[in-house]
T-cell receptor
Framework: EAQVTQNPRYLITVTGKKLTVTCSQNMNHEYMSWYRQDPGLGLRQIYYSMNVEVTDKGDVPEGYKVSRKEKRNFPLILESPSPNQTSLYFC?????????????FGNGTRLTVT | AQSVTQLDSHVSVSEGTPVLLRCNYSSSYSPSLFWYVQHPNKGLQLLLKYTSAATLVKGINGFEAEFKKSETSFHLTKPSAHMSDAAEYFCVVSDPLGGSYIPTFGRGTSLIVHP
């Protein structure tokens, strides 16, 4: 089954404790992206990647890192989480061919930083 | 630069009545347009997408949207709401920048369906 898998679904951590949220897709998609969703603000893009070893900042990249060492994986790293990073995070992928290829989303990771 | 505005943060309808969720966009090029739906505690799912082949686009679950270039709109409609339609809806625009796909999301419209 074609899917985007995020882990974990729920995560509670403390300020400053490094964490990684994993994202994997099995559709051989070139484009992958991370979003955060906050009430009233919709989805805001954190980082995206057009292909292996190619990443770029989205609208809200501060406090986050990503890597794209393999095509299928695109982990989101919070080196020193802060409470303002408490949010619902989504990973998405698409073939990224510049046409009408839609995004495929994971089920989300709800992060709480205390 | 591209942008998208969803004109209503909340829309409330009764079951069996029509649904209208409004979306306006701006785009420097010929845009790609999408509607996604998010049910509670779920990821986003594609409802429909606009291709240049037809201005009236049919999606899943009886939804459709009409692309109106002169009005820069892509409103989502459904003739008769069902309780299961209660969800968050997102309008998305993208521009083909150098062959890549970098979408911009609207802030979402919460659809409330009353019995």
């Amino acid at each position: 089954e074609a899917q985007v898998t995020q882990n974990p679904r729920y995560l509670i951590t403390v300020t400053g404790k490094k964490l990684t949220v994993t994202c994997s897709q099995n559709m051989n998609h070139e484009y992958m992206s991370w979003y955060r969703q906050d009430p009233g603000l919709g989805l805001r893009q954190i980082y995206y990647s057009m292909n292996v070893e190619v990443t770029d900042k989205g609208d809200v990249p501060e406090g986050y890192k990503v890597s794209r060492k393999e095509k299928r994986n695109f982990p989101l790293i919070l080196e020193s989480p802060s409470p303002n990073q408490t949010s619902l995070y989504f990973c998405a992928s698409s073939s990224g061919q510049g046409d009408n290829s839609p995004l495929h989303f994971g089920n989300g990771t709800r992060l709480t930083v205390t | 630069a591209q942008s998208v505005t969803q004109l209503d943060s909340h829309v409330s309808v009764s079951e069996g009545t029509p649904v209208l969720l409004r979306c306006n966009y701006s785009s420097s090029y010929s845009p790609s347009l999408f509607w996604y739906v998010q049910h509670p505690n779920k990821g986003l799912q594609l409802l429909l997408k606009y291709t240049s082949a037809a201005t009236l686009v049919k999606g899943i679950n009886g939804f459709e949207a009409e692309f109106k270039k002169s009005e820069t709109s892509f409103h989502l409609t459904k003739p008769s709401a069902h309780m299961s339609d209660a969800a968050e809806y997102f309008c998305v625009v993208s521009d083909p920048l150098g062959g890549s796909y970098i979408p911009t999301f609207g802030r979402g419209t919460s659809l409330i369906v009353h019995p």
